[in-house]
Each structure stands twice: as structure tokens, then as C-alpha cells.
């Protein structure tokens, strides 16, 4: 499918010239394009920042959510219409700070869904702060003796709680990031797509050239399936591996554990409301 019928029209993009924004933008539009994915079974689902604004320049259907919220009403789109490909995005303080507790508690729930994640290692909405993934004596407008706080491992993290697939990938390597996006999206399960991505106004450390000089591919040895190795892979920080980490094929989806879909596979939204028992839980709840 050619990527240009996820164009939005006369879109106009705040990103930055340069923002690595772009190259995950086209990026991910060649690989749903290649996965051939009607933009009208496709769900991108926000929260607040840079990265949050990615949905307003895709064509597909859209919820912008709360700062930090985007996991639960996309677990929740995934969960009434397994039909449809739902995708979160956001950017590090989005995903990692004020979705902290949404992010381990979605992985924990497995959730069919795709999380693409834009680390810049800095806020660029609001102009340079800190965020959960800055490194260590990082000087910002807020943070002027530096970064005292021990950066944020999301791929640990995520592996030790069990997350059924694990990635990493580089704005400035469009080839590999297209065929990680690819896999996250056809895998079964949640799938994290930790992005490094520079931030060109507001981070001149972490720049494209610092990003090649400090990452590299893991090697095609590398099983993904060894969750030891997978773990001991992703809490390097010398130089940071890229590619897929960690795939657990295994673990039910939040969807497979319903009740709800236990006897009746078709959509919730596909269903007719039972008005009688819908009053009735009503009246029993207005008892309480």
C-alpha cells in the first residue's frame, strides 16, 4: 500500500526542521503502508508533548488523551474491537514519567497493542527540562547543576516485569527502525518501541552524531527468546545495543483473559446492550 494514504492534508506540523519527530513519522507511515493496514481499522492513540502530536499528521482514527494516559484508553479501543490496529505514542516524560504507573501496569496486562515511544532524552514541549531518561549531569534551563538522578531504563524495566516484546531503535536508521516497527506491529501481545530520537532545539548532547557514536546493533546471534540475556543486553549503557531485545510469544493478551470473550469471540462494540440488565446494574450501584 503505498504510505501516502496515511497523508493528512494540508497537516501543519509544529516539530522542528531536523526533529527526528519526522523520520518516525515517515517511518512508521512505509511500514503500515508495507503491512498494508487500512487507515480505517488503525487507532493512534496520544497523550501530551512533541511526540503526542504524531496521530494529528497520520490519517487513521485518533484519541488524544491526558498527559501520561494514553496506554489505558488504547488497551481499553484494543479490548472492545480486537479488529482494529491500535498504536500509542508518545514521548519519554509522556510514557516514562507521567504514564510511569500506566506504562508497567499495561505491560503487566499485555494488551494487543503497539507503544512506540519518541526518547529524546529531554521535555521538548516545554522547552528542556530533565525527563525520566536524561543522563546524569545534564545541565537544563531547570536542572542548572546538572541531572542528579539515575536515568530511566525502560527496556529493563519492561523485560523484568515480562513484557512480550522489547525493542530498541535509532530516528537516524530508517531502515531498521521500518522492520522494528513492522514486527512490533504484527506481533501478538504489547509491543514497546523505545525510539532514540534527538531533540535538534533543546538537547545538544544527545544529537544524531551522539546517538551513532553510542549505539549498535545487536548482533544477529542474539537470541530474543533468553530473557537473561535479553535483560543483561539492555541495562548496557557504555554503548546501547539496537534491535529487538526480548520476545515472550507465550503470554496471553489482556484480551484472551476477558471474560467477556470466553464463549462469544465477536467485538464488544459489534454486541446489543441489554437495556433490562444495564438498569439493573444501574439501581444496584445507586443501593451502595
Same mark, same amino acid.
Given at each position: 500500500?503505498?504510505?501516502?494514504?496515511?497523508?493528512?492534508?494540508?497537516?501543519?506540523?509544529?516539530?522542528?526542521?531536523?526533529?527526528?519527530?519526522?523520520?518516525?513519522?515517515?517511518?512508521?507511515?512505509?511500514?503500515?503502508?508495507?503491512?498494508?493496514?487500512?487507515?480505517?481499522?488503525?487507532?493512534?492513540? /496520544? $497523550?501530551?508533548?512533541?511526540?503526542?502530536?504524531?496521530?494529528?499528521?497520520?490519517? /487513521?482514527?485518533?484519541?488524544? /488523551?491526558?498527559?501520561?494516559?494514553?496506554? /489505558?484508553?488504547?488497551?481499553?479501543?484494543?479490548?472492545?474491537?480486537?479488529?482494529?490496529?491500535?498504536?500509542?505514542?508518545?514521548?519519554? !516524560?509522556?510514557?516514562?514519567?507521567?504514564? $510511569?504507573?500506566?506504562?508497567?501496569?499495561?505491560?503487566?496486562?499485555?494488551?494487543?497493542? +503497539?507503544?512506540?515511544?519518541?526518547?529524546?532524552?529531554?521535555?521538548?514541549? +516545554?522547552? $528542556?527540562?530533565?525527563?525520566?531518561?536524561? *543522563?546524569?549531569?545534564?545541565?537544563?534551563?531547570? *536542572?542548572?547543576?546538572?541531572?542528579?538522578?539515575?536515568?530511566?531504563?525502560?527496556? +529493563?524495566?519492561?523485560?523484568?516485569?515480562?513484557?512480550?516484546?522489547?525493542?530498541?531503535?535509532?530516528? !537516524?536508521?530508517?531502515?531498521?527502525?521500518?522492520?522494528?516497527?513492522?514486527?512490533?506491529? *504484527?506481533?501478538? !501481545?504489547?509491543?514497546?518501541?523505545?525510539?532514540?530520537?534527538?531533540?535538534?532545539?533543546?538537547?545538544?548532547?544527545?544529537?544524531?552524531?551522539?546517538?551513532?557514536?553510542? +549505539?549498535?546493533?545487536?548482533?544477529?546471534?542474539?537470541?530474543?527468546?533468553?530473557?537473561?540475556?535479553?535483560?543483561?543486553?539492555?541495562?548496557?549503557?557504555?554503548?546501547?545495543?539496537? !534491535?529487538?531485545?526480548?520476545?515472550?510469544?507465550?503470554?496471553?493478551?489482556?484480551?484472551?483473559?476477558?471474560?467477556?470473550?470466553?464463549?462469544?469471540?465477536?467485538?464488544?462494540?459489534?454486541?446489543?446492550?441489554?437495556? *433490562?440488565?444495564?438498569?439493573?446494574?444501574?439501581?444496584?450501584?445507586?443501593?451502595?
Amino acid at each position: 500500500m503505498d504510505p501516502n494514504v496515511y497523508d493528512v492534508e494540508n497537516a501543519d506540523i509544529a516539530w522542528c526542521p531536523s526533529c527526528g519527530d519526522f523520520a518516525i513519522l515517515r517511518t512508521l507511515k512505509m511500514a503500515l503502508g508495507e503491512l498494508e493496514i487500512d487507515p480505517k481499522k488503525l487507532v493512534l492513540v /496520544s $497523550g501530551i508533548g512533541q511526540a503526542g502530536k504524531l496521530p494529528h499528521y497520520l490519517k /487513521s482514527n485518533t484519541y488524544n /488523551s491526558l498527559h501520561g494516559r494514553a496506554l /489505558s484508553p488504547a488497551t481499553a479501543i484494543k479490548a472492545v474491537n480486537k479488529n482494529l490496529t491500535v498504536i500509542a505514542v508518545g514521548g519519554d !516524560g509522556d510514557m516514562y514519567g507521567e504514564g $510511569g504507573n500506566h506504562f508497567m501496569h499495561t505491560i503487566r496486562r499485555n494488551p494487543n497493542i +503497539t507503544n512506540i515511544v519518541h526518547n529524546n532524552m529531554v521535555y521538548g514541549l +516545554t522547552k $528542556g527540562q530533565a525527563s525520566p531518561t536524561s *543522563q546524569l549531569k545534564m545541565k537544563t534551563p531547570l *536542572q542548572v547543576e546538572g541531572v542528579f538522578e539515575e536515568p530511566f531504563n525502560p527496556l +529493563t524495566v519492561a523485560i523484568s516485569l515480562n513484557a512480550s516484546f522489547v525493542a530498541r531503535t535509532f530516528a !537516524g536508521d530508517i531502515k531498521n527502525m521500518k522492520e522494528i516497527f513492522k514486527k512490533a506491529i *504484527q506481533h501478538r !501481545g504489547y509491543a514497546l518501541v523505545d525510539v532514540f530520537q534527538p531533540c535538534v532545539a533543546f538537547n545538544k548532547i544527545n544529537t544524531y552524531q551522539w546517538f551513532k557514536d553510542n +549505539t549498535y546493533p545487536l548482533e544477529e546471534s542474539h537470541d530474543p527468546y533468553d530473557k537473561h540475556e535479553a535483560f543483561k543486553r539492555a541495562a548496557e549503557t557504555e554503548k546501547y545495543p539496537l !534491535g529487538i531485545f526480548y520476545i515472550n510469544p507465550d503470554k496471553p493478551t489482556f484480551e484472551e483473559t476477558l471474560t467477556v470473550y470466553s464463549d462469544d469471540k465477536s467485538p464488544l462494540y459489534e454486541r446489543e446492550v441489554d437495556m *433490562q440488565k444495564l438498569k439493573d446494574l444501574i439501581e444496584i450501584k445507586r443501593k451502595i
